[in-house]
């Protein structure tokens, strides 16, 4: 079955610094790719989502992620984080584009000044 | 363009009453989700459909959970009755169609059962 870890539950950076968000995934082909964000008291919004292709994805906000199909891997970046950043993180999965996509558990960010 | 929207925002009942939610997706989108999210965890589908049809209602408490979706627009999610363990948000999200995955979620119904 697929499974989504994200290792981190909890991660706080400085305002201005990197931010990378770990995700992995178990699954035998290339899935469908997705980070979302969750602000408090908010739904879910698309960052950037993987399907084919460069394994690079550029998404909204300046975020970027990488696929890296040897460590099952599709980690989020930032080069430079501001405060209104602040806020949940969900990587998901998906086995095909017909397919329910699987969420990970989510890593919280602080941000602080 | 109107996003998702859930009704209501926050709701809190008694245990054993029931209580139902309400979603409108965004106009033209065809597969409606509901998923479940408790505190400090991702969401978890609990059923899709695709129109009027519920092409995955695998996750769904039957006991106590219901929905609809009539028309293949908005959908109704039920519980009945609800349990202490049901306190969680429920989110509903929407999708052009089943091949695209692409989901828009509304700000979700955070139901407390006392």
């Known amino acids: 079955a697929q499974s989504v870890t994200q290792p981190d539950i909890h991660i706080t950076v400085s305002e201005g610094a990197s931010l990378e968000l770990r995700c992995n995934y178990s699954?035998?082909?290339?899935?469908?790719l997705f980070w979302y964000v969750q602000s408090p008291g908010q739904g879910l919004q698309l960052l950037l989502k993987y399907f084919s292709g460069d394994t690079l994805v550029q998404g909204i906000k300046g975020f970027e992620a990488e696929f890296k199909r040897s460590q099952s891997s599709f980690n989020l970046r930032k080069p430079s984080v501001h405060w209104s950043d602040a806020a949940e993180y969900f990587c998901a999965v998906g086995e095909t584009s017909y397919d329910k996509v699987i969420f990970g558990p989510g890593t919280s960010l602080s941000v602080i000044p | 363009e109107a996003g998702v929207v859930q009704s209501p925002r926050y709701k809190i009942i008694e245990k054993k009453q029931p209580v139902a939610f309400w979603c409108n997706p965004i106009s033209g989108h065809n597969t409606l989700y509901w998923y479940l999210q408790n505190l400090g965890q991702g969401p978890e589908l609990l059923i899709r459909?695709?129109?009027?049809?519920?092409?995955?209602d695998s996750q769904l408490p039957k006991d106590r959970f219901s929905a609809e979706r009539l028309k293949g627009v908005d959908s109704t999610l039920k519980i009945q009755p609800a349990e202490l363990g049901d306190s969680a948000v429920y989110l509903c999200a929407s999708s052009l169609n089943l091949g695209h995955n692409e989901q828009f979620f509304g700000p979700g119904t955070r139901l407390t059962v006392l």
């Open positions: 699954y035998g082909a290339t899935p469908y």
């Open positions: 459909y695709e129109n009027e049809e519920a092409v995955d």
